[in-house]
T-cell receptor, first 114, second 115 residues
Framework: NAGVMQNPRHLVRRRGQEARLRCSPMKGHSHVYWYRQLPEEGLKSMVY????????ESGMPKERFSAEFPKEGPSILRIQQVVRGDSAAYFC????????????FGQGTRLTVV | AQSVTQLGSHVSVSEGALVLLRCNYS??????LFWYVQYPNQGLQLLLK??????LVKGINDFEAEFKKSETSFHLTKPSAHMSDAAEYFCAVQNSGGGADGLTFGKGTHLIIQP
């Protein structure tokens, strides 16, 4: 039973480019959570999605950031026109029910903006 | 609103010594509390969680934590440190309403094990 898969593990983008981060949840999990970890900080919740629905995006910046979890395929976190301050580790977690306490985390994508 | 404070960004102990990582929380309602461990270049793994049952919670790898309401604390302990325990540890709180409520994480404590 594969765990939560995130790719790429490392992503380098120049300022102004787009970053696409992918998260394949565990088999049977229909709830996905994205977190951002800035250097020397704890994880901050960004967005919570179910298949084809955004449930809570209150932690996600209003500009440049978007997320989706289509019926088929992985969940995507997209950051448009990246800036240096977007450099961080982005973690995805998934759960079988609407309960973060049961979520399993992926290994994260480390985004570096140069 | 809820928040978590982890005292000490770095804690160093000798192999075989007691591990104590401190966590204090604030929450307007009875909380759920968690400790996660993050090994280098890995995702977070759940060590243990408190969800209003027994106040002393046992987790994996001989870690345990005690919920003390009067002190608003949930400190993590392990009787004897092992080199493999070197990692980043995060305390987190969630309102017991659960559901879409997010987990609020502390800034983390880096545990260093001296040989």
């Amino acid at each position: 039973n594969a765990g939560v898969m995130q790719n790429p593990r490392h992503l380098v983008r120049r300022r102004g480019q787009e970053a696409r981060l992918r998260c394949s949840p565990m088999k049977g999990h229909s709830h996905v959570y994205w977190y951002r970890q800035l250097p020397e900080e704890g994880l901050k919740s960004m967005v919570y999605l179910q298949k084809e629905n955004i449930i809570d995006e209150s932690g996600m910046p209003k500009e440049r950031f978007s997320a989706e979890f289509p019926k088929e395929g992985p969940s995507i976190l997209r950051i448009q026109q990246v800036v240096r301050g977007d450099s961080a580790a982005y973690f995805c977690a998934s759960s079988p029910r609407q309960d973060r306490t049961e979520a399993f985390f992926g290994q994260g994508t480390r985004l570096t903006v140069v | 609103a809820q928040s978590v404070t982890q005292l000490g960004s770095h804690v160093s102990v000798s192999e075989g010594a007691l591990v104590l990582l401190r966590c204090n929380y604030s929450s307007s309602v009875p909380p759920y509390l968690f400790w996660y461990v993050q090994y280098p270049n890995q995702g977070l793994q759940l060590l243990l969680k408190y969800t209003s049952a027994a106040t002393l919670v046992k987790g994996i790898n001989d870690f345990e934590a005690e919920f003390k309401k009067s002190e608003t604390s949930f400190h993590l302990t392990k009787p004897s440190a092992h080199m493999s325990d070197a990692a980043e540890y995060f305390c987190a709180v969630q309102n017991s309403g659960g559901g879409a409520d997010g987990l609020t994480f502390g800034k983390g404590t880096h545990l260093i094990i001296q040989p």
